[in-house]
């Protein structure tokens, strides 16, 4: 198998490759709008094709490069089977396997950041590594207060679909704003000031809906744009429009 | 493979068990003696059988469980090289690659906060780790202020053999003092404040020389007793003999 954790800095998007080696198939989980050009180039140099984009959630931060990468390489479109988008090609849903050639990714339903978020688990016995989108984020967790977001629902998600692993599996987050890259299982049920430490659901659901965030910049085009899985809207702000016109011209 | 992170808090030491699955044959990275019990409770219920302690060098803050281990299961005590100890059966050395069964452990000289400090490099293509030991520690490093440290040196070992590994290499220390449990070279290499975000060679040296840290607590017994391979001096406070009594006793 081969792994890369590949990063889009305007958002702090971490993009997942995935690639079964013998069968050159490739999976990317994530992929960012932006960062087309660098996905494709890291498959490239591997001597992979692209198979499958496969998002967590419908975003609200960042445009999913689903669509561009569709249209550029052929692969297919997955996502969250409760996200019910016509445009996406295959759903996932909890209990069903997901096969990147010989790798089995398997699907967690961890609704809570929005009603229809999934995490994949990679148990490779040797190693667990599970990618926990915006549900659990190092020392963190995507925020509950817009886009069906839940937060008693995040933390019954994180308490009993991602704490029940095995302490050694690693976290890998959609995103970290400060430079880490990975966590395990362990070390954020003991020190994630949110959700760590056994701390009551109460003071969870508290702590969320006293955060006070500020509006996400690029909700209004993301999330119609995201549902389109990527298509930029023509409500994208000039200076926010980059990525948007590299897809137009792609 | 089987690998555990197990922790000994009253030293915050991380002890990793890698383990060859098909020939039943484990070793320990830096065993505590508080711990002797629940690792080889451990061990025990894996159906496994001991054959090494590796230590990644004589700690100065708490007593290695190497001799003890050996007087329980006959395993061989495995030390760097540079460490010069006669306590020990077998010496690592750069270069030589050492096998846990069908484990390739990679022994990296990387001195600095002693003089015969080495990291080990687990390499499985899909999964790099490297056991750290106290050179280099999640958003910090050993210090480097008695017992042959060395700041320049400590610098030196950590840019040119840990931080030339790819970026997604896991990184497992021998400390936390905060329950973090695993970081990545990219991590280390972007935030560590002491060693990250390229910083200077002089301004490292500078940090590490004006820490102004307390004088390590065991350091008087614990270097001489590790120097025996983990038998408790006579030198041990009462308030700090209780894993020796539980020596004396086994």
Redesign the interface.
Known sequence: ?????LFEASSSTFTYLLACEEQGIAALIDPVLETVGRDLDVIRELGLTLNYTIDTHVHADHLTSATKLKALTDCKIVYPKQADLPCADLHIEEGKVFNIGSIALHPLFTPGHTDHHYSYLLD?G??KRVFTGDALLIDACGRTDFQSGDAGQLFDSIQTKLFSLP??T?VYPAHDY???????I??EM??NPRL?NDIPKEEFVQIMNSLDLPYPRKIDFAVPGNEACGICPPNVPDYLRSPCDIHDQG
């Open positions: 198998m081969i792994f890369r954790q490779q040797v190693q302490g050694e690693l400060s430079g880490r890259h990975v966590s395990s362990a070390q003991a020190r760590g």
